[in-house]
């Protein structure tokens, strides 16, 4: 048999792929590529789990601040109780202004109020208790509170809303916490005040509303009567004119000249009547001995 005389067939090969490895500059350069984009892979992620954890504790943060301000309508308190009528109603655990019973007897009880700082502003309407201008002065001065303010600051809720009428010429402010609607009898206006939380002190951010001022109320004695229920300009006539008449029995203590009254409203609308604390007040003098 013979042999074929030509050549086995040979597969040539191009040089660029020959199957030698390629420079290690060329295998550095892949590596720290794949290395970058590895990197970039694992920050993104990291990233994701970073926000998503942050997400979690802010959430969780708002929901235990949520809870907690909850809690304060959800418990209230309640003050010391002369009978069964103050004995169903209850306030909200929010700072209030700081006070000390002198005296208490069936009809009402004399307190001693420490000083406080208020927002204010004039009420539309000729009317105390009108849910309308209610509803205005009360939005003013909740924006004030919440960040409407020099500082962009919000600032804790306190209890309860003080509704006042004064005389004309004004004496200074009475009484205590968050809302106050004060009448100025010969204008025929009402002044709706809010009380300033006391960590502040004198320090309170400055409104950016020019309808809302900030004022000092002095330190003062009051006769209190406690109530339950919705309020009325009607209502507020006649027990200021059933205390004004208590009063003129007390031994010890007589309304002060020019005394105009107040009303103290604890509880957010949602509560029920009976529950309500209400709280008229007028501001007395010891009498001469």
Same mark, same amino acid.
Do not use: H
């Given at each position: 048999?013979?042999? +074929?005389? %030509? $050549?086995? #067939?040979?597969?040539?090969?191009? &040089?660029? *792929? ?30 994701? @789990?970073?926000?998503? !954890? ?19 309508? =959800?418990? $209230? ?12 109603? !209850? ?23 420490? $000083? ?21 002065? @009360? ?17 804790? *809720?306190?209890? $309860? ?6 005389? +004309? ?12 609607? &004060? ?9 709706? !005040? @809010? =009380?300033? #939380?006391?960590?502040?002190? +004198? &320090? ?36 200021? !004119? ?8 007390? +031994? ?13 409203? %604890?509880? #957010? ?14 501001? =007395? ?5």
């Amino acid at each position: 048999m013979s042999r +074929s005389i %030509y $050549p086995s #067939p040979v597969t040539l090969v191009p &040089k660029s *792929m020959a199957t030698e490895r390629p420079p290690s500059s060329v295998v550095a350069t892949r590596r720290t590529t794949a290395a970058n984009n590895m990197s970039a892979l694992e920050a993104r992620v990291s990233l994701i @789990f970073a926000l998503a !954890s942050q997400t979690t504790s802010v959430s969780q943060r708002l929901l235990a601040d949520l809870a907690t301000e909850t809690a304060k309508y =959800v418990f $209230p308190k309640r003050f010391e109780s002369r009978n069964l009528e103050e004995a169903l109603m !209850s306030v909200p655990d929010l700072e209030t202004v700081r006070f000390k019973v002198l005296t208490r007897n069936d009809q009402y009880e004399i307190r001693e109020l420490e $000083p406080y700082f208020v927002a204010e502003t004039t009420m539309p309407g000729k009317y105390g208790f009108d849910l309308n201008g209610a509803s205005q002065s @009360f939005n003013v001065l909740a924006e004030y509170l919440f960040g409407k303010n020099t500082l962009n600051e919000t600032m804790e *809720m306190t209890t $309860p809303v003080l509704t006042r009428k004064i005389q +004309s010429e004004g004496v200074a402010m009475d009484m205590t916490t968050p809302v106050i609607t &004060k009448k100025l009898e010969d204008e025929d206006k009402w002044k709706m !005040s @809010f =009380v300033m #939380p006391s960590k502040y002190g +004198s &320090k309170l951010p400055l409104p950016k509303n020019s309808a809302v001022t900030i004022k000092e109320v002095p330190g003062r004695t009051v006769a209190v009567v406690a109530f339950s229920g919705f309020v009325s300009d009607e209502d507020v006539i006649r027990r200021e !004119s059933r205390l004004r008449n208590s009063l003129k029995n007390d +031994s010890q203590y007589k309304v002060k000249s020019g005394a105009s009254v107040e009303v103290a409203q %604890y509880n #957010p609308p949602f509560t029920l009547p009976f529950t309500r604390r209400n709280e008229i007040s007028l501001e =007395v003098e010891r009498k001469q001995e």
